[in-house]
T-cell receptor, first 113, second 111 residues
Framework: DSGVTQTPKHLITATGQRVTLRCSPR?????VYWYQQSLDQGLQFLIQ???????AKGNILERFSAQQFPDLHSELNLSSLELGDSALYFC????????????FGNGTRLTVT | GQQVMQIPQYQHVQEGEDFTTYCNSS?????IQWYKQRPGGHPVFLIQ?????EVKKQKRLTFQFGEAKKNSSLHITATQTTDVGTYFC???????????FGTGTQLKVEL
């Protein structure tokens, strides 16, 4: 158990809809990362927050947004969903801004129909 | 943008054979991390290398960081079925913030 909690585990929704993925980092970790993994694909970096502030941004679509709250949990919002957004979304946390190991949650499997 | 490529993409070995995956970056990395993702699982941190030319060992796994800090390798001696999974390297360019994962090498081990 990595200590990182992601909910929900599975999400099935229709195109055009909006969903929210939630992540609770490991106790003591200040950084939260979001990654997207499509079927048999690599891990695409979306965004990183450190202690409530955005620290780094990847190729995150404008339809996607995220935030980290004062209690350090994070939410990833995906809107105007398209079929191609179907993927496994991982949240990871680490203790520092950079150069520290990432601890991944079990992921949220999003299926857009 | 920064790209981190891994070769090979797939590798099938017989149990007991050795395995190596190579990680190459288009830019210098401040450090390199390695992760393992079992089928149906999430990535799990294995190790971090920081110094140029650094070599670290974990039992049957040997990790190297290149002298120019632009490449790395993971070598597994005498593979076992428990080694099955996808191995990812990840790194940050010297002046950047994004932790970029490599394309991954999927290892299958047959008895």
């Amino acid at each position: 158990d990595s200590g990182v909690t992601q909910t929900p585990k599975h999400l099935i929704t229709a195109t055009g809809q909006r969903v929210t993925l939630r992540c609770s980092p490991r106790s003591g970790d200040l950084s939260v990362y979001w990654y997207q993994q499509s079927l048999d694909q690599g891990l695409q970096f979306l965004i990183q927050y450190y202690n409530g502030e955005e620290r780094a941004k990847g190729n995150i679509l404008e339809r996607f947004s995220a935030q980290q709250f004062p209690d350090l949990h994070s939410e990833l919002n995906l809107s105007s969903l398209e079929l191609g957004d179907s993927a496994l979304y991982f949240c990871a946390s680490s203790v520092a801004k950079a150069n520290s190991p990432l601890h991944f949650g079990n992921g949220t499997r999003l299926t857009v129909t | 943008g920064q790209q981190v490529m891994q070769i090979p993409q797939y590798q099938h070995v017989q149990e007991g054979e050795d395995f190596t995956t190579y990680c190459n970056s288009s830019t210098t990395l401040s450090n390199i991390q390695w992760y393992k993702q079992r089928p149906g699982g999430h990535p799990v941190f294995l190790i971090q290398l920081v110094k140029s030319g650094e070599v670290k060992k974990q039992k049957r796994l040997t990790f190297q960081f290149g002298e120019a800090k632009k490449n790395s390798s993971l070598h597994i001696t005498a593979t076992q079925t428990t080694d099955v999974g996808t191995y990812f390297c990840a790194g940050i360019t010297g002046g950047g913030n994004k932790l970029t994962f490599g394309t991954g090498t999927q290892l299958k081990v047959e008895l």
